[in-house]
């Protein structure tokens, strides 16, 4: 079932209002809840053998109630301009591509939350720090999208990438981002006149000023790898997981 709301507020204005209110209608108390933006697709270490409702018990019998994801561009190895799209493509198929020489790691800096290790960091950068802003220790790749409305979790609090009060997840997650699709000239150019997003759009600002001077860019640059399986992201340190999330998830029968 799929329930689609419009509302004739400025998004700008009222972007926070109405994602408050999107978890206040739909979200129930002592459930999870999963808020992503439409160009993310949620995944999480051994998702092969961990079905979701399974993924939610273990995190419930480890008394966590938030999960840390990062952002994970995702592209092709065309130029932008080459770049077709269409409702029913298959994104992971056609993006296979992604980036993490640049990643910025810092120490998570939301003290309000409880860590269960300081090996969980903070992201920032990626692709997009590479081909837009070099110097720029922004874009930020961490989120909180997976979370237990408790009672004592704060959604959304601040901006929508964090939650307040968490005992996050020791295993962290990764959301695939799929910016870069044929439209995201034009999606550039219509979120610099509307400023609805973070700090007036800023970064989308940057992204049209380089699109100008190489509307052909091509994403995909030395450094880039071609996504083959939720292990590499283990492997190559994007994400995160215990000895014990392991040794759980190893133990579970696909389904």
Do not use: C
């Amino acid at each position: 079932h799929v329930t689609i709301l419009r509302s004739q507020l400025p998004f700008k204005r009222y972007k926070m209002a109405l994602r408050h209110y999107l978890i206040r209608r739909f979200g129930q108390a002592n459930r999870w809840l999963l808020y992503v933006d439409i160009d993310e697709l949620l995944d999480y270490p051994h998702s092969d053998r961990v079905t979701l409702p399974r993924f939610l018990g273990y995190l419930r019998a480890g008394g966590y109630t938030a999960v840390i994801a990062y952002m994970l561009d995702m592209f092709s190895d065309k130029p932008l301009t080459a770049v077709t799209s269409h409702i029913d493509d298959d994104l992971k198929a056609l993006y296979r591509f992604y980036d993490i020489s640049d990643i910025v790691r810092m120490d998570y800096y939301f003290p309000h939350n409880q860590l269960p290790t300081d090996e969980i960091k903070a992201y920032f950068g990626g692709i997009r720090r590479i081909l837009f802003d070099p110097q720029a220790t922004r874009f930020v790749l961490t989120k909180h999208p997976l979370f237990l409305l408790d009672g004592r979790v704060k959604p959304l609090f601040v901006d929508e990438h964090f939650v307040r009060d968490a005992r996050v997840a020791d295993v962290t997650a990764v959301l695939f981002h799929y910016k870069f699709l044929a439209d995201f000239a034009e999606r550039t150019v219509r979120a610099i006149q509307e400023e609805n997003y973070h700090t007036h759009s800023d970064d989308y600002k940057k992204y049209h000023r380089i699109l100008q001077q190489s509307p052909d860019l091509i994403i995909k640059q030395p450094t880039s790898h071609q996504f083959v399986e939720m292990g590499e992201l283990i492997d190559n340190g994007f994400l995160y997981m215990s000895a014990a999330y392991h040794r759980w998830a190893t133990q579970q029968t696909p389904d």
